[in-house]
């Protein structure tokens, strides 16, 4: 059993920055391919972005593309959001996210975390 606990939520002006972190733990050393998720309210849950195992390769949605970077710490199961230039709707519930598998995705996995609000305000 995966678990995913996420950090760093808050509430911001619209222009400003925010990271995000997720910490993963499982019966493995193993390190997971992980993402986030979003859902705003009254939407659907969407995809923002995943990086695989080693951190080499990420994927972004299109809507958050140029204005977030995720990345991982270079050991371990914990994986960072850094969210700039954010706009109101970019408010929702951020989901970390991982199938346990170390291939990135923009799917979502069988893990979820419980979620981190993030608010923007204009």
């Known amino acids: 059993q995966v678990q995913l606990v996420e950090s760093g939520g808050g509430l911001v002006q619209a222009g400003g920055s925010l990271r995000l972190s997720c910490a993963a733990s499982?019966?493995?050393?193993?390190?997971?391919?992980m993402g986030w998720f979003r859902q705003a309210p009254g939407k659907e849950r969407e995809f923002v972005a995943s990086i695989n195992y080693s951190g080499g390769t990420t994927y972004y949605a299109d809507s958050v593309k140029g204005r977030v970077t995720i990345s991982r710490a270079s050991a371990g199961n914990t994986i960072y959001l850094q969210m700039y230039a954010l706009k109101p709707e970019d408010t929702a519930v951020y989901y970390c996210?991982?199938?346990?598998?170390?291939?990135?995705?923009?799917?979502?996995?069988?893990?979820w975390g419980q979620g981190t609000q993030v608010t923007v305000s204009s």
């Open positions: 996210n991982t199938d346990g598998g170390t291939i990135a995705s923009t799917a979502g996995g069988h893990y």
């Open positions: 499982g019966p493995s050393f193993d390190r997971y391919a």
